[in-house]
């Protein structure tokens, strides 16, 4: 941007009197006010804070709101910010509404899970931007656009990179995954809809005693429980780390290695375990989904599978072209080979891309351009 404006007002030093381009730096400032005032909120959405902070409420929906600090707790928000200021800018609460949650599944997916470099897509969402701000595009528009993007993220894939072989702990110590703590985040707020005392988001950095290991992280206990039922230690490495093994809690320290049955019911009304009034909803789910008094792959894997339905629909639903498709069978890279998961998604709200116009060089009318290939993927 710095580039542009030098080459386009330079000339001023050496004729002053260019009316015309004075009047162009004229009307170039004057949108600083303007531009400022949606970019506060965004910029500083995550300082509750922040003097702007107020201006949230005025300015955009309640529902609204909440999104915007999930896509900071990513800490991924500067790659859409330019675009979710423009947006701010130029249209209505509802579908400012519309984008922004688009936004958050395009980044988790894009760059969250599959891992896209960050700079990777920042030319065609500067570009996007750029079209909702002076062409005035439609919403309709920029969500189309993060569907054909996400054609490189697909549901599929997506679920495959949830359940693969890598750790999904974010304090693991050889391939931690720095979304760990929001995925699961997540899906406590869903397991908590309509409960009271909702668990606090914490700075992820400083989340390590909210995560519980089902199976216990140091698994070999001297001959004790775990290492009785997992007497493979590799095989138990493997599972440790996965989804279906983790889950927020309110009491790791107190819950450590006792056997599952423990951690189920502690048969004391004061011990924290996972029927305890203040243990998280998803550990209070974990009681009557496994009754069994043993916790094995088999249970590790049924309960990733229930997080894999629960993703492909959190994440899943934006609507895409790509997603439209109601069912997703597993890849059979995973090891839940063959299984079936639906995606909710209505198929009539798809945004046909063949029927959508595209500028020519002129860009006389109103559309998306075409997407800029990046050479930094």
């Known amino acids: 941007m710095h580039a542009g404006v030098v080459k386009k007002f330079s000339c001023l030093l050496e004729d002053p009197k260019d009316q015309s381009t004075i009047d162009a730096l004229k009307a170039f400032v004057g949108c600083w006010p303007v531009y400022a005032r949606s970019y506060g909120p965004i910029r500083c959405n995550k300082d509750p804070s922040a003097p702007y ?46 984008v922004v949650v688009a936004c958050e599944k395009y980044i988790f997916r894009m760059h969250g899970v599959m891992k896209y470099r960050t700079n990777g897509k920042q030319s065609t969402l500067r570009e996007l931007a750029h079209d909702l701000y002076l062409k005035n595009i439609k919403s309709k528009d920029v969500i189309d656009e993060f569907c054909h993007l996400l054609t490189e993220a697909p549901m599929v894939e997506v679920l495959a990179r ?79 780390h996965r989804l279906g093994n983790l889950t927020l809690t309110n009491g790791n320290q107190v819950l450590g290695r006792v056997s599952f049955t423990r951690k189920k019911d502690h048969n004391k009304p004061d011990h924290y375990d996972y029927r305890h009034q203040d243990a998280t909803a998803s550990e209070k789910r974990i009681p009557s989904e496994f009754p069994g008094a043993d916790w094995t792959s088999k249970e590790i894997l049924e309960r990733e599978l229930a997080m894999l339905k629960w993703a492909a629909n959190r994440w899943g639903d934006i609507p895409c072209c790509c997603d439209v498709k109601q069912e997703i069978k597993m890849l059979d890279t995973t090891r839940h080979s063959g299984e079936i998961i639906e995606i909710n998604a209505d198929p009539s709200m798809c945004f046909e891309k063949s029927g959508q116009q595209v500028p020519g060089d002129e860009g006389e009318e109103k559309g998306i351009k075409p997407l800029v290939e990046d050479d930094e993927e």
């Open 53 to 98: 902070r107020s201006l949230l409420a005025t300015t955009m929906n309640g529902n609204t709101i909440d999104w915007l600090e999930k896509i900071e707790r990513m800490n991924l928000s500067e790659l859409a910010r330019l675009l979710l200021v423009a947006g701010h800018l130029s249209l209505g609460k509802n579908d400012f509404e519309d």
């Open 162 to 240: 949830l359940c693969n072989e890598e750790s999904k702990y974010p304090f693991d110590g050889i391939q931690p995954w720095s979304q760990g703590y929001y995925f699961l985040y997540e899906f406590e707020m869903y397991n908590s809809a309509g409960q009271a005392g909702i668990k606090t988001w914490v700075n992820p950095n400083k989340s390590k005693h909210e995560i519980e290991h089902i199976l216990p992280q140091r698994h070999r206990d001297k001959g004790g429980y775990w290492e009785t039922l997992w007497p493979n230690e590799a095989e138990a490495d493997v599972y440790k």
